[in-house]
T-cell receptor, first 116, second 120 residues
Framework: AQKVTQAQTEISVVEKEDVTLDCVYE???????LFWYKQPPSGELVFLIR??????QNEISGRYSWNFQKSTSSFNFTITASQVVDSAVYFC?????????????FGTGTRLTIIP | GAVVSQHPSWVICKSGTSVKIECRSL??????MFWYRQFPKQSLMLMAT?????????EQGVEKDKFLINHASLTLSTLTVTSAHPEDSSFYIC????????????????FGPGTRLTVT
């Protein structure tokens, strides 16, 4: 069975600080996808990134960066120079990579509050 | 591209009545749609997976007779909460996927904005 663990329930940082959100996953599949989503107070899920299990390169997108380490089954997300607009709940998720089995297993989410 | 809509965005109903929530893929054909449920301050839990033209596959613990799912076309799936009770109050989110999107987005789910159901 697949499992995603986000041990940090809530994090508060002062604006402009860097913050890392942790994600640890479990799966028996050799091919899978990992995702990060942002859920602002409006409730709509905002897709941030998808990573294939064969692609362990770290990725940077503006102030966002992701560190995928297969050896530790982790897919951590870092926001640099945080801004108030980054305040939201962030979910890490995992899916199989076969057609018809793309259902997502979500972590419990990390509520991030950026203090102005 | 890859926009998914939900209707209504919020609904209040009385206990015992049925409520239908629609999920539409606006600019692509969704062969698979997923329905999730999210209680306040909790994670999203998958309720069921539906493929166009076939019966939905429900997750363990989800009552199929209570949460009726119909995926009648490649652009529309509906979730009907029958005989709703206050404990069914939740945020319902659908998502859609297709193997016919761009190769770099295959297996990606596109989420609707969610429907907030309140049963009084």
């Amino acid at each position: 069975a697949q499992k995603v663990t986000q041990a940090q329930t809530e994090i508060s940082v002062v604006e402009k600080e860097d913050v890392t959100l942790d994600c640890v996953y479990e799966t028996r599949d050799t091919t899978y996808y990992l995702f990060w989503y942002k859920q602002p107070p409006s409730g709509e899920l905002v897709f941030l990134i998808r990573r294939n299990s064969f692609d362990e390169q770290n990725e940077i997108s503006g102030r966002y960066s992701w560190n995928f380490q297969k050896s530790t089954s982790s897919f951590n997300f870092t926001i640099t120079a945080s801004q108030v607009v980054d305040s939201a709940v962030y979910f890490c998720a995992l899916s199989e990579a076969s057609f018809g089995n793309e259902k997502l297993t979500f972590g419990t989410g990390t509520r991030l509050t950026i203090i102005p | 591209g890859a926009v998914v809509s939900q209707h209504p965005s919020w609904v209040i109903c009385k206990s015992g009545t049925s409520v239908k929530i629609e999920c539409r893929s606006l600019d692509f054909q969704a062969t698979t749609m997923f329905w999730y449920r999210q209680f306040p301050k909790q994670s999203l839990m998958l309720m069921a997976t539906s493929n166009e033209g076939s019966k939905a596959t429900y997750e363990q613990g989800v009552e199929k007779d209570k949460f009726l799912i119909n995926h009648a076309s490649l652009t529309l799936s509906t979730l009907t909460v029958t005989s709703a009770h206050p404990e069914d109050s939740s945020f319902y989110i659908c998502s859609a996927s297709s193997p016919f999107t761009r190769l770099d987005t295959s297996y990606e789910q596109y989420f609707g904005p969610g429907t907030r159901l309140t049963v009084t």
